[in-house]
Every structure is written in C-alpha cells, then in structure tokens.
C-alpha cells in the first residue's frame, strides 16, 4: 500500500529531511508556494516536491516549480548545460502530463538578469528547495534564504534514508552499515504522488514577467551555443533525462548485476557496472528507484554487492560532506594521515607532472591516460581505474595538497557526476579517508598503495586500452 501525501509516514519523513535555512515567517498574502528546483532534478520520489505540495494544499495557494540554469556555476559548460537541459525537457513535458506547473529559466550570459529568482520569492509564501551539501547548493541556498523576506526551507531527497539519522559524521563503511540497515526497510515504503490541489492561474503565470524558456520545444544545441560558459569541455554521447537513466538501470539489473562483485573489476567490462552516477548526481533518478529495482531484480546475494556500494558508501559520503565541514581539504583527512603526509611531505618524487600535464592525459603510463581520456570524452570514467587515477596523483603532484587540488579539479570539470559527495569522498579515500594504515613506503607514506604496474595483471583492460588508448584518440 502507497502512503498518501497528508499520511503519518510522509509527515515523518518530511520533518527528518527538511531543515530550515531561516527563520523568516510565511508571507500570507504571497500568491503561490515555490519550489526552486536545483539537485533533485525530476518530479518522482521528491521530498522536496512532496513538502511544497503539502504547503500549497494546506495555505491553499497554486505550486510553481521554477529549475533555473546559469553561466556562473563553478565549472559550466556545454557539456553540463546540454545534460541539465536534456533531463529539463522531460521534466517540463512529465509535469504537463501530471498537472504540475514547471518552468525553466536560462540565463544566458553573465550580464543577463539574475534576479528571477528573488523576484519570484516576492510573490511567494514560502519556498521550498533542495538539501545538498556540495555543487555550490548548500551555499546558494543559503545567500538566497538571508536575503529574501520569506520562509526557506531546504528538503533532502539526495539518499534513500533521511540523512538527518546520521547527525554525527560516520567514519567508515563498517560504521554507518548497521545503522542504515536499521532504517532502510522503513524508508523505502511507497508514497502516493499526486499533483497540489489548486492548479496555476495563466494569468498570474503572465504576470510574474519572466523570460522562461520553451525547454520543452528549444532547439538545446543551439541554446547551449549561445550561453556564456566552457564551450571546449562539450556534451557527450550520453543524454541527461530520467529515460535514459532508466535505460540504463533496467539494461543493468538484466545483466551486469548478477555478477557485478566480478565483473565490476574489469574496465573492459562496459556492462560491469550501472553507469549511473551523473544521473544520480543530478537527481535524475530516484535512489529509492535504483535500489527497488535491483532488490527485484536479484536475489540478495547478488544484489549485495551493488547495495554495498550504491546504499552504503555513497549515504557514507553524504554523511561525509553534510558533517565535515572540511570535505574539500587535506584537513578531513584521519590522523594517521596526517602524521603521515607529515612525516613523507619532502620524499623525492621520482616521476612528476603537471596539471597541464594531467589534463592532456600525457603522462607515461597507458591505463592513466586512457581513463584520463575517457574522462574528457565521455565525462565518466571506470570506477577501478578512477582508483587508480587518483592515487597516482599523490605520488606524481609536488605535494599531498596539490595532488587533492588537482584531482578534484580534473574530477569535477570533466566528471558529469562531478562535485558530488561521491566526488569528495573518492578523492579523499585516495589519501586514506574511511581506510586504515598500511606498511610505510616512500611517498606513499602509511596511505595504501595501488600499482599501475600491477594492474595489467590483476584487471582486464585490454579492450579498454584499445578504446581510450592514445592512436583511438589521435584519429
Ligand atoms: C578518485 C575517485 C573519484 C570519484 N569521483 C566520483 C564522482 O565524481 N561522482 C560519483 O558519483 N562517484 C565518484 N566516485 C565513486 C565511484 O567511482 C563512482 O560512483 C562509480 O564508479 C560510478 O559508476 P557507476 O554508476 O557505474 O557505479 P556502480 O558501480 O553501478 O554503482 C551504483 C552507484 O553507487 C554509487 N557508488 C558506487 N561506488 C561508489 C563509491 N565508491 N562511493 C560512493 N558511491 C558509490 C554511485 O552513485 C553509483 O552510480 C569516485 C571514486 C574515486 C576513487
């Protein structure tokens, strides 16, 4: 059975996942409940979506869900714009079908209007949007709740479990397991979407004076063309959009998941794995979906090993990022670590490189390059030689510090699920984060080692080699 919107169990959940970002009072005389749409880009299994219905229904106000795109965003591009506005178009033409009002709003360049915003929270009696701790959201969310009159609240939808059960930053894998474990069953329960009671006016749609754009008829290349962003990092094969993402999913479920634990391992295994991060990222799809599908799809020693990485270590690197406030530092980093970048900061590093360097993926060694490549052309790049990418940064970068700088740069430019949580957390496991110590080598310090070299050897990536290798690049 679904639990309809008004039930206990939604109530419940909407008061562990929702945090106020002021203490402003409801605007009683506002026109409409708002919901700036940012992480959660779709309209199922949305808390926040949830919650501005609830509001609207209750004040008795019409919702207007508002997702806007701009240049300024660290690391904009064709790529990233082309991949929002992809999964926008759906969004739009789903939310006509389901009797909910969704606008679009591209600011072109960086001189266009960037009050559309502001100017839609005067009219509104409360807005509501999304809880994410990195991609610049939490801070947005923040600067905007401060300077507009009314209520702001800010909804988590980003795990399966409300991440307010874990209000202490967990440490490692093995920590937060049991605890989620506990909650899991409970908050994958059903929930009855409908659309808000009171549909939106035309004419005060008309009135509000804004320039959205027709995302579900544009023309999204030439649009993108347009914009005052990255043009030289571009878009991808792979299409944004609940859709596809589910393409994806159902493709995996009925086969790289029976023997995902294997299969994972090998880069020459495009099938290993679900290749379903940016749309998780992006809020694409559900996480709830994800993992409902999966459980029906596998016996639970099959889907184990996929729930390992998709449940545990990726609600452990939420945790991470809400509860530390420095994810993006060396100082996250483990005691242990510390003492060890301490004590191995002035080993000679035998091989360097440059950013620059790195970025042109011309460094000596062929696995490194080819995922480097495959990152500049596809915006994704296999999970085991992401592995491996990072932590041969730490031995080829100057220092620890630069090492993290740059990973997280390369990371986040080129990474379609770029400045995620996962993001953060990945990079800093490289350096030791939710590890434990190893035997001491030079430069490696107590941090674990992993070995190009031994790669050949341990992984198939023969056909991987052929795909990203350096004369696939030079045709
Ligand atoms: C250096 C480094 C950088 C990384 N950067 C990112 C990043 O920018 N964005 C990102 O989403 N992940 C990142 N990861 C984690 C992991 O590599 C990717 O999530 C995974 O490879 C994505 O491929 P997939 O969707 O096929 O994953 P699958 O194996 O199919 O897993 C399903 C989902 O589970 C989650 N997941 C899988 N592995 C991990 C993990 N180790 N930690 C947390 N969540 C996980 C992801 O959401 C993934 O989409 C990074 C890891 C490392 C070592």
Redesign the pocket.
Known sequence: MKHPLGSPYVRDQLSLRTLPLNEKRLQPDGDYVLYWMQSTQRLEDNWALRLAIVEADRIGKPLLIHQGLDPSSEHASARFHTFIMQGAREIARRADRLGLTYRFALRRRRNDDRRVLDRLARRATIVVTDLFPTAGVAERSQRFADRVNCRVLAVDSVGVVPSASFYKEEYAARTIRPKLAKVMEHSLEPVDDRAPKRSFPTSLLASLGVDWLDIAGCDIEAEVARCEITHGVGAVSAAGGLTCARVRLHE?AAD?LHD?AER?RHPSDTGG?????????HGMIS?LE?VSAVRAAAPAAQSDA?LN??LT??E??LNFCLRNKDYASLAALPDWVQRSMRAHASDTREVTYTLDELERAATHDPIWNAGQRELLETG????VV??L???SVITWAPTYEEALQW?LYL??KY?L????P??F???Q??FGKFDRPFASRPVWGTIRPMSLERAHAKYDVGDYLQRWGEQEMLV
Do not use: T
């Open positions: 995996f790289g995902y994972r794995s679900s290749r379903l991060s940016a749309y998780l990222h996480p994800v996929f990485e998709m270590w990726r452990l690197s994704q790049m296999h999970n992401r592995m990418w990072g932590k990973l990371n986040n990474g699920d770029g400045r995620d996962n993001s957390a990945g990079i496991w490289c």
